[in-house]
């Protein structure tokens, strides 16, 4: 089940594990108790990307358009993670897009491309 506009009260557990959560819903002030064995939480969809919206190539919600090997639009300007156009925002996949982005910056050093 997912839940939108909602805010996190309280977090219950049983001294193991995780039992229940109270949340709040933003538009109605509605709580509620959701018993469960584990959550997953979303904090954001907004990519952090204004700085650069008039540098490289970037889509309608803002994310940084990349190719395979996290090169931008401009050449020797790569980008990585969250702010990119890589799918599923979660941290080990930003990690890893960005060892992927300086491998790609180095190779292109020593093809000479930067």
Do not use: W
Not at 13 to 20: Q, V, W
Request: net charge negative.
């Amino acid at each position: 089940e997912v839940f939108v506009s909602s805010q996190t009260t309280e977090v219950i557990g049983n001294g193991d594990k995780l039992t229940a959560l109270r949340i709040k819903d933003r538009k109605t002030e509605e709580g509620r108790l959701v018993e469960l064995d584990g959550v997953f939480v979303q904090i954001g969809l907004s990519a952090n990307s204004s700085v650069f919206r008039d540098i490289v190539e970037t889509n309608r919600p803002g994310e940084i358009m990349i190719d395979a090997h996290c090169r931008t639009n401009v050449t020797g300007i790569y980008a990585a993670g969250d702010v990119s156009t890589v799918p599923y925002k979660q941290i080990i996949i930003s990690m890893g897009e960005g060892a992927k982005a300086a491998l790609s910056a180095f190779d292109d050093r020593v093809r000479g491309i930067i």
